[in-house]
């Protein structure tokens, strides 16, 4: 999308004020302190931008969040900038939380779509198997049911396939942020229920 390494803060802050960062990360980004917001912006964008490639080079999810908080600009070594990584790391604070699943969704809006609309077929067919059949009336027609219930099965792992597969595009990789993501559109986090419909 934007490669942040080429910006100074200056840059970067008009970005997010009006350019296409403006619209990628949400309104929530506002919400994060002024002293850390470019830091975070940098993070997410070498985390969660499809475009910057660093999952090849470090496949190893924690690894590769390291290397994205120092490529931000966080002194590891300084106690302060540590702090903040952890905060960066598992995206605690709520602005930095709905900022990357609004920037993932910026980023992948059709598959994005695609991905909660699989998994809730995957939950259908796995509800449709679960349930009895009811008693059968001769030997063909319990091979009938058990032939559609077979097939149902293959649709479900054909289902299960799609839905690997975009998360692996969707988050990089990150398991932390798919869970995240996940409970945020549940509504799990009471804070969020009132925003819901800026994120979703």
Known sequence: MINPFNLNDTELELEIRNGILFEALGPEIWKVGNKYRSHLVRYLLYLYDKGADLRRYFPDIDERKRVCAELAGLDLTDKVHKDKSEEFYTLSIKGSRLSMISLIRYQNDVIYGLYWSNIEHLWKLISDVSKQFKEFSNDKAYLEGQKI??????????????IKKHELEIFQGDDLAKELTTKTRQGSFPEDVATLGNVY
């Open 149 to 162: 219930k077979s097939q149902m099965l293959e649709l479900a792992e054909e289902t299960l396939g799609r």
